[in-house]
């Protein structure tokens, strides 16, 4: 079973920038897709972004233009460079791997914006 493992959160003002990492135990292109959702308070999970094993790259509409998917396939390790935060953007942000019958998941980090 694959081991995710997220960092690079923190507390930012609005406007500024963070970027997530995400490293994986084994190759990351055995996944149909690698993920980011992220949860706020009291709220459901969100998807926020993917990139499937082609290179193929998804995002909400809410962080569209701002946020941005990679990998390092020689790292095995999943970004997001997030950019212009907003408080709305506040919550754990949590890296998934995908196949066709599972979901992997990993701890998540804190993002937390405001003034």
Partial sequence: QVQLAESGGGLVQPGESLRLSCAASDNIFMYNDMNWY??????EREWVASINVGGRIN??????????ISRDGTKNTVYLQMNSLEPEDTGVYYCN??????????????VTVSS
């Avoid at 992220?38 to 709220?43: D, E, M, T, V």
């Fill in 97 to 110: 791997a995908r196949t066709l019958s599972r979901h992997y998941w990993g701890q998540g980090t804190q």
């Fill in 59 to 68: 995002y909400a509409e809410s962080v569209k233009g701002r946020f941005t």
């Fill in 38 to 43: 992220r949860q706020a308070p009291g709220k």
